[in-house]
């Protein structure tokens, strides 16, 4: 089956800096790949994905890249503030199941 | 619409004892799924449904039943609830798009402890 490697599990940086997220999945057939922020006590939301077909997506001050070749994609947050310390989730899909990695907390410092 | 809920929110059990977490959708999604989160960990799959009447095994099948009469329910029993089983369960659906992707909505989920 699928496996989601995802790194760093912890992250803290300071308010205004960048923020990267790395995962590397292992099945060559998945087709997407959904990046989830998870706040305490809540359920994990969909903040961006990417499709297969597609090496870059941006929204904002997130975008996520793909590297079908490598099996890897990357989050990255850039003018990081306070309200975005939370757990971040990568996960790879194909045909309606998905598997996650086992996050990162992120902790951004005013 | 409510999207996906989940019920009860919170459940304290004994060893032994079995309960059914319920889920239900509004948004007429075919797929349905049951995770488990622990500390420290991503969502595992325990088991999923593509369909009313339909049930497959996931990541984590063992000690969990499941079973989806109708489309909008899908059910998750423990028949002899194990301290191993303390987690936070959550139950998602989704639905293909036109290019065969399955966004995946979630429940608000369901925070187990067996003691």
């Known amino acids: 089956g699928e496996n989601v490697e995802q790194h760093p599990s912890t992250l803290s940086v300071q308010e205004g800096d960048s923020a990267v997220i790395k995962c590397t999945y292992s099945?060559?057939?998945?087709?997407?790949f959904p990046w989830y922020k998870q706040e305490l006590g809540k359920r994990p939301q969909l903040i961006i994905d990417?499709?297969?077909?597609?090496g870059e997506k941006k929204d904002q001050r997130i975008a996520v890249t793909l590297n079908k070749t490598a099996k890897h994609f990357s989050l990255h947050i850039t003018e990081t503030q306070p309200e975005d310390s939370a757990v971040y989730f990568c996960?790879?899909?194909?045909?309606?199941?998905?598997?996650f990695g086992d996050g990162t907390t992120l902790t951004v410092k005013p | 619409n409510a999207g996906v809920t989940q019920t009860p929110k919170f459940r304290v059990l004994k060893t032994g004892q079995s309960m059914t977490l319920l889920c239900a959708q509004d948004?007429?999604?075919?797929?349905m799924y049951w995770y488990r989160q622990d500390p420290g960990m991503g969502l595992r799959l325990i088991h999923y449904?593509?369909?009313?009447?339909?049930?497959a095994k996931g990541e984590v099948p063992d000690g969990y039943n499941v079973s989806r009469l109708k489309k909008q329910n899908f059910l998750l029993g423990l028949e002899s609830a194990a301290p191993s089983q303390t987690s936070v369960y959550f139950c998602?659906?989704?639905?293909?798009?036109?290019?065969?992707?399955?966004?995946?909505?979630f429940g608000p989920g369901t925070r187990l402890t067996v003691t």
């Open positions: 998602a659906s989704s639905f293909p798009d036109r290019a065969l992707i399955y966004e995946q909505y």
């Open positions: 099945d060559s057939a998945s087709n997407y």
């Open positions: 990417i499709r297969s077909n597609v």
């Open positions: 996960a790879a899909s194909r045909a309606g199941k998905s598997t």
């Open positions: 948004m007429n999604h075919e797929y």
């Open positions: 449904s593509v369909g009313e009447g339909t049930t």
